[in-house]
Structures are given as C-alpha cells and as structure tokens.
C-alpha cells in the first residue's frame, strides 16, 4: 500500500528512496514528477480550481509513472459527481492519463461507470467512508481489478481499515502539514500492517 503525499519537498526528496512512498500532485502545489509514482487530485476538497487543474495536466503530459489523476467531484453528493464526471472523464483521457472516479455519499453500485475509470477513489463524509455501503462497493472495485485509493487516512486504525479494503494507495493531510513527524512514521506503519498478513476483505478463501 502507498503513501501518496502532496507537497512536502524536502522531507519527500530525503524519503524518495523508500518503498511504499509517492507523490499526489495538486493544482498550486508546485511539485512535479520525479523517479516516485504519482498521481494528481484535482483539489476539489479545497474549492476546484479548473484552470489550474488544467495547466497541471498540460504541463504533466507525457511524465512517466503516473498512477491516476481524479476527475473533479462534489464532496459528499454522487449525483453531482457524476456529472463532473461525465464532463471531465473524457477530457482527461484524451489527455493520456488514467481516471480515477470519486465515490461520494449516496453512491449506488448501478450508476457507478465501471469501464470508464481506472480507480476508485474513495470519498464522501467520514461516516459514509466508513460505512458497509462504501465497504461493498470497495470490495466489488477489487473484484473488476481496480486500483483502490482511500483519502483522509490520518491514523494507524484507517490505515489497517484501508488495508483490509484491498487499497493499493492512501493520502491524508498530516503528511503534507507534518512531514519531517509523519512521514516517516506513516511508511513504518504500513510496512507493520503489510506484515501481520491481514487480508483484504474481498481476497477469496
């Protein structure tokens, strides 16, 4: 499982080295790819900014290593989500990068556009997250072999969550306010987690 981390410079370049870490690329943020995986939110939890996310992805065009980048969305409102998505989906695959779609609260599985996304981006309010609705469509996300991002992890216990569901990645604000006490310890954690040899929630006995 991947720490994704956004901004941060100089406690990344000192980490770069180390398994299980990468880079989330946001709209003002001034980073930009380097030998790391990255991926590229689109900002939306802060207020959406569409000529900045555009710029990024016009400067980013052809960098290897890119994991995903998120369609813009509406925090906790599927439908409106969805129209983004219907928007943007197109824009940035024609852009030449991998989509990610954000799950939001009220999201059923019969609406969720399954063969136009590469990841599944799991969203939405604390107590939706957290819930069996996004928990079942999580694990029906592993079983299409999807990647599997979980935001907002901030904690040993959401990191051990996001582990069960199967994520391949994580994000959450501590690392990029804290880098130099949270970093570190964020990779530690993972790499305990990935060894006790818990499974995913959708692995098949």
Known sequence: MMLLVSGATRTMDRLRGQANLGRLLRPGNGNGPDELPW???????AGFDEGGFTRLLAKLSGAPGCQWVVAPDVVADAAATLALFDVWEPRIRAAGYPVAFVLQDGQVPATIPWDLFECLFLGG????????????????AKRRRKLLHVGRVNSIRRMAYAHTLGADSIDGTAFSRFPDTWIQWALD???RIESQGLLPLWTES
């Open 125 to 140: 309010s604390t107590e939706y997250k957290l819930g069996r609705s996004a928990e079942a469509i999580a694990r029906e």
């Open 39 to 45: 991926a590229v939110d689109n900002g939306a939890f």
């Open 189 to 191: 954690a993972i790499r």
